[in-house]
């Protein structure tokens, strides 16, 4: 691996900025202490800082020669409302926060490059250093979009990455298109009439509607997507009643929906609620229909996806880079930036979670579990990832 030594050389100090994000974990849009310490140590290094964009956010300017090339790299900065059970000495001092899917690496990872940027230049243009906030269902790239991220900081493309364990430490996986789903919530309410449990003739039942329709949802995906487009109904709420002897008023039917393709978002977002209103009607009942759609597909664009590929692939060698990566039905907000500017988003292998040390919780290494630990030893690889890209993208003439 050629990793770049001055970024070896201040691995300690990266390490500890992560650890002590990881114990002071904050939630979406609440991340101003995380926002102060990158913002401090970014001035700290001589890096002119941008504050303020979507509340929280932060953005470094990194910049060198005349050229007006640009691209920006991107981490997030925000961690997940549960309780951490780790007792290393880094682990959560905030009770029910926790940074269980490795933001914490993200955002030291990426002041570890902009430090070796700043040091040592080698690039002519601009690099745009952005941490946003809120990437855990709050839409804080969307927010920095709306807030003038890419007026502000006029780049040529946008770049992300995402520990991912289960990959071998260290390796990249990565492919064009499709890489993560569309997310999408759905709140459906049967609006019946209540009655006497024992005198169901003077009611209208909505559990008995809502269960009809939660069984005709599932011949959407089965029945009406093409089978070779991914697509992903889950019902996962049903709420309804309060006593033994009473048929209720109403029914809700809450879940989510993904898709990598707007034209199956359609489809199954114009079946459910026709299945929804014709079954309700079927019964006298009523329907209201919300559907929100969340996060869009993160598609990775083709020629800046093979450029990173060739990076990496000098950095850590062919081998430990996979280009076919299988697609995820998770998603991710950095599709927003890549609807908005060409770029590419990388998974990095976080491992299987034999690097974290004695105290962790005993359970597995996975991504929103409370066992989870970012593993340090990513730090150098991927700073060294983002050193790499900017300087092969702004070359020096
Ligand atoms: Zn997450
Ligand atoms: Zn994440």
């Known amino acids: ?11 300690q100090e990266i390490q500890a900025i992560r650890r002590d994000i990881h114990a002071h974990p904050e939630l979406c849009f609440e991340e101003f202490r995380t926002a102060d ?60 926060k926790m940074h269980a899917c490795g ?5 030291a990872m990426l002041l ?33 979009i709306e807030d003038g ?4 900081c006029p780049m040529d493309a946008v770049f992300g990455m995402h520990n991912w364990p289960g990959i071998a430490a260290g390796q990249f996986a990565v492919k064009t298109g499709g890489m993560m789903a569309s997310s999408n919530e759905f709140e459906v309410t049967v609006l019946g009439k209540g009655a006497h449990a024992a005198q169901p003739q003077k009611g209208i039942d909505p559990v008995m509607i809502a269960v009809q329709i939660a069984q005709s949802w599932q011949t959407i995906v089965s029945r009406n997507v093409n089978p070779l487009e991914p697509a992903v109904l889950s019902l996962t709420q049903i709420h309804s009643g309060s006593a033994t002897n009473v048929i209720p008023d109403e029914a809700k039917l809450i879940g989510t929906v993904r898709t990598f393709s707007t034209d199956v978002l359609d489809l199954i977002e114009r079946r459910m609620e026709t299945i ?32 990173a590929i060739q990076v990496m692939r000098d950095l850590v060698g062919s081998d430990h880079v996979d280009t076919q990566v299988e697609a995820t039905m998770g998603a991710e907000d950095f599709a927003y930036m890549l609807q908005a500017k060409p770029g590419c988003y990388v998974f990095l292998g976080n491992g299987t979670g034999d690097h974290r040390s004695a105290g962790h919780g005993l ?11 970012f593993n340090d030893d990513l730090l150098p690889i991927g700073a060294s990832y983002w050193v790499a ?3 092969a993208f702004l070359k020096a003439k």
């Open 1 to 11: 691996m050629k990793l770049f030594d001055p970024i070896l050389q201040f691995q």
């Open 37 to 96: 310490v990158v913002a401090q140590k970014l001035e700290e290094w001589g890096i002119p800082v941008i504050r303020g964009m979507a509340g929280t956010g932060v953005v470094g300017v990194i910049q060198r020669g005349s050229s007006s090339r640009a691209l920006g790299l991107r981490a997030d900065m925000d961690a997940l409302p549960m309780q951490e059970i780790n007792q290393f000495s880094h682990t959560s001092k905030h009770p029910g």
């Open 103 to 107: 933001h914490d690496g993200h955002t």
């Open 112 to 144: 570890g490059a902009a430090r070796y940027l700043q040091q040592t230049g080698d690039f002519d243009g601009t690099v745009y250093v952005i941490f946003q906030p809120a990437e855990e269902g709050g839409g804080g790239a969307r927010r920095m």
């Open 149 to 152: 991220l890419f007026t502000k």
């Open 276 to 307: 929804a209103r014709s079954t309700a009607e079927a019964f006298d009942a009523q329907i209201e229909f919300k559907f929100q759609r969340n996060y869009p597909p993160l598609i990775n664009h083709v020629n800046e996806t093979e450029f």
């Open 363 to 373: 359970g597995p290494c996975n991504l929103h579990n409370p066992s989870y630990d």
């Open 389 to 391: 890209l900017a300087q």
